[in-house]
């Protein structure tokens, strides 16, 4: 099994950054893509940026050249770096990881539990 933890959420003002981060833990082997997501409410879960293993970075046309998608992969650590943020960025985040396991060597796909970010305006 593994864990995804999330941090670094909270309350910003409109034109403020934010930083979050989202360790994995667990029966991990190697961790191939890491991407981040938000579901706002009454909305559906969309996807914001991700990062394959090889380093290529997509991200959605909402939060491209505002928010950067980073890992560490000695930290098992993916980051999300969000500058200039309004209220429509206000969501629950969610990172997510497809994971190979040790022994097993099966990929499998992980959440975290979420994490509240709200844009004051």
């Known amino acids: 099994q593994v864990q995804l933890v999330e941090s670094g959420g909270g309350l910003v003002q409109a034109g403020g950054s934010l930083r979050l981060s989202c360790v994995a833990s667990?029966?991990?082997?190697?961790?191939?893509?890491m991407a981040w997501y938000r579901q706002a409410p009454g909305k559906q879960r969309e996807l914001l940026a991700a990062l394959t293993g090889d380093g290529t970075t997509n991200y959605a046309d909402s939060v491209k050249g505002r928010f950067t998608i980073s890992r560490d992969n000695a930290k098992n650590t993916v980051y999300l770096q969000m500058n200039s943020l309004n209220p429509e960025d206000t969501a629950v985040y969610y990172c997510n990881m497809e994971v190979v396991e040790r022994r097993t060597y099966v990929s499998t796909n992980y959440w975290g539990q979420g994490i509240q970010v709200t844009v004051s305006s």
């Open positions: 667990g029966n991990i082997f190697i961790i191939n893509a």
